[in-house]
């Protein structure tokens, strides 16, 4: 059948976070690209609400697991090794590409600078890995090389509940 369908389709270039399984829970492959996605979009503590509620809005994901996320993501911007990274005097990158000597490029989720330090934090939805710990490692040593600051490095492990949810510093502060 012939016809103007090209028009009449919209592809999302980022479906992964659709596909539903039969019990209609994320892979844990989806849960993480999904969390990550989110938390993209948060610029400071202020921010949950607002970055939630549109996926609420279109259906993406329910207020039970609305209300879980915020919980996980509240606890995180509260903590207190970490709160200064999401305040109105950090200046903030999400998902940033910073290009090494080597000419690769690295992305750290989170990148913080404020008068006195750089707080960097990499999101996981996994379980701990020393592989982690070598990718922030590599983080805070091609910033080294670009600032005369402190850097303070941390993973943030986030779980599907709020119970699995921990925070972690890695490496020394590095000036």
């Known amino acids: 059948a012939s016809g103007d ?87 903030t990158k999400n998902e940033c590409d910073i290009l090494t000597s080597q000419h690769e490029i690295v992305r750290p989720d989170r990148y913080a600078e404020l008068p006195d330090k750089i707080i960097l934090l990499d999101y996981k939805t996994g379980q701990p890995s020393k592989d982690h710990h070598k990718q922030l490692q590599q983080y805070m040593s091609v910033l080294k090389k670009m600032k005369d600051k402190r850097i303070e490095a941390y993973l943030v492990y986030l779980g599907d509940t709020i119970s699995r949810s921990e925070e972690r510093r890695v490496g020394k502060e590095c000036r």
Do not use: C, R
């Open 5 to 91: 369908w090209f028009s009449k389709i919209t592809i999302d270039p980022n479906p992964s976070m659709f596909w539903a399984n039969p019990d209609d829970k994320m892979s844990p492959v989806e849960w993480g690209e999904f969390v990550h996605q989110i938390l993209s979009e948060v610029k400071d503590a202020m921010d949950i609400d607002h970055v939630l509620n549109p996926y609420i809005d279109a259906g993406v994901i329910d207020t039970k697991t609305a209300s879980m996320l915020y919980g996980l993501f509240e606890q995180m911007v509260l903590h207190p090794a970490i709160y200064e990274a999401f305040t109105d005097q950090a200046k």
